[in-house]
């Protein structure tokens, strides 16, 4: 089967992200990225596919050319191919634009048998992409995967999850599905396989190679308009280090439960 991934590098959470108060966007230039978490589960997930049933696996990122260093794990973990979909005129591209712009490059390449997706991004997390993806291509989708079988060449066996439900669904191809976190353990690339995958070309697609015009994308095509961009009330987490013997620290523990409201009645100590 022919699979296509789609992956977001987003900013190293070991970064601090700092925000445009005129666009109210993240500011992304020189950012360090790493590959969106679920992502690696989407791509474990096609290879796993590939490795059943033979085919190839291609990468497709929208994301500034500075990402094309991070996508390169995805060539060391196993990708056949990986595509950046990038030009300055997507700057400031919503979720809907962005869908478009990752539409429009899949099927300039050609519609695969499957596209994959993670579930959400760790840096704005909406989880429309995929859906929007969907609607795009006029295929079907489906979200929160946790389990994905081959039936055949043109069927797939879904099982999503829910909060206290699974749920299984019978696909047919093409389709975009979207997977969670328990799905699969993504592998890690070997440092044999990492430094082979830097000689490796990332292939770039542009507005022009896609036939986009500078109208059709960025801020101004994108329907969502953010309001009012106000900083959140940072989050204060205080630890204590007690002291004392182990019934004296216990006994505390106790009394700061109580004063909260929970653990025995006054009185009934530890003894
Ligand atoms: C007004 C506005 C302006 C914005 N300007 C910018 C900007 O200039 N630059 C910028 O980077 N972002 C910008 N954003 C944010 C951008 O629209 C979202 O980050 C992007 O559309 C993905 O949404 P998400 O992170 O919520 O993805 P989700 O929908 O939560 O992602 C789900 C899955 O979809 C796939 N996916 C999502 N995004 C991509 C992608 N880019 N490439 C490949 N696969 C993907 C991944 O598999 C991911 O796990 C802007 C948003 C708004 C509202």
Known sequence: VNIYVVVKPVPDPKTKLTYDPEQKTVIRAGLATVINPPDKNALETGLRLREQSGGRVTVFSLA?????????????????????VSDPVFAGSDTLITALILARAISAIGVPDLVLAGDRTTDSGTSHVPAQLGEWLGLPHLANACEIVLRDQKNLAVKTSLDE????????????????????????????????SRSKPVTLLDAAALNLSPEQTGLNASPTKPGRLLPARPVVKEGTIMSGTVGEMAQ???????????????????G
Request: aromatic letters at 6%; zero cysteines.
């Open 64 to 84: 500034p050319p500075s990402a094309g260093e991070s996508l390169k794990e995805t060539l060391a973990m196993g990708a056949d191919e990986v595509y950046l």
């Open 252 to 270: 505390e523990i106790l009394n700061r439960l109580q004063s909260l409201g929970y653990g025995p009645k006054a009185g009934g100590g530890l």
């Open 165 to 196: 439900v699974f749920i299984s669904y019978r696909v047919t191809l093409p389709a975009v599905v979207s997977v969670t976190r328990r799905i699969n353990r993504p592998r890690l690339a070997t440092l044999l396989e990492m430094v082979r």
